[in-house]
């Protein structure tokens, strides 16, 4: 995410702490029964914790998954509950979304879909409560023209301590994903089994 967007928004979270050696996988959209239970296998091979930012329907589709996310140590986020676009969405109605989905996921993490929301819903989630997390890597996962590698090295070019990397538990995101997530582990997790 370019720095300039950063300063723009200082009260969002782009990244933690340089000085820890941890970097913050993240993955958005799920859960899903084609993926999330694989990512959540491959993180425990590892011993990694991630932070998953649920769609609430997606949860109230697929309870078990979801318990299991938190069974197994993960965080979870709220992503909306129909995945909505705040520069798309009347203010009053996104909040309600977003207030729909904290009744099942029961976070005040929150990553805005796509990265889009206006001052206005950012303002009110904030007085809410809602701490909103971006990202400082997006690997691309989801996007059918970015192949496996380069999807790979968009995560392995820029990650540093303190990154937040985004990555989706999501069917377009699923060929690049199986490439990509085992590689990140090896290389940032090995030292942790």
């Known amino acids: 995410m370019p720095r300039f967007i950063q300063r723009l928004y200082p009260e969002r979270i782009w990244a933690f702490s340089r000085k820890s ?4 996988l993240t993955f958005d959209d799920g859960p899903i029964p ?3 239970p ?10 990694a914790k991630a932070t998953f930012f649920c769609i609430g329907e997606n949860v109230k589709k697929h309870p078990e998954i979801y318990r299991r996310i ?10 909306t509950f129909n995945h909505l676009k705040g520069t798309k969405t009347e203010t009053s109605p996104y909040i309600k979304n977003v207030l729909l989905a904290e009744e099942i996921i029961n976070s005040k993490l929150f990553r805005p879909p796509y990265g889009k929301i206006t001052s206005k ?8 409560g809602f701490k909103i997390v971006m990202w400082d ?5 989801y996007d059918a023209t970015v192949s496996e590698e380069e999807c790979l090295q ?4 820029y990650i540093k301590a303190g990154s937040v990397v985004v990555f989706h538990d999501s069917l377009k995101a699923e060929k690049n994903l199986r490439y990509v997530l085992p590689k990140v582990l090896n290389i940032f997790f090995s030292s942790c089994i």
């Open 70 to 79: 938190l069974s197994e140590g993960h965080s979870v986020g709220n992503h």
């Open 34 to 36: 084609e993926i999330t």
């Open 21 to 24: 050696n941890a970097v913050y």
């Open 121 to 128: 819903q950012s303002k009110i989630l904030q007085k809410k």
């Open 137 to 141: 890597i997006i690997s691309y996962d």
């Open 38 to 47: 694989w990512v959540l296998d491959e993180l425990k091979k590892y011993n």
């Open 154 to 157: 968009n995560v392995l070019k």
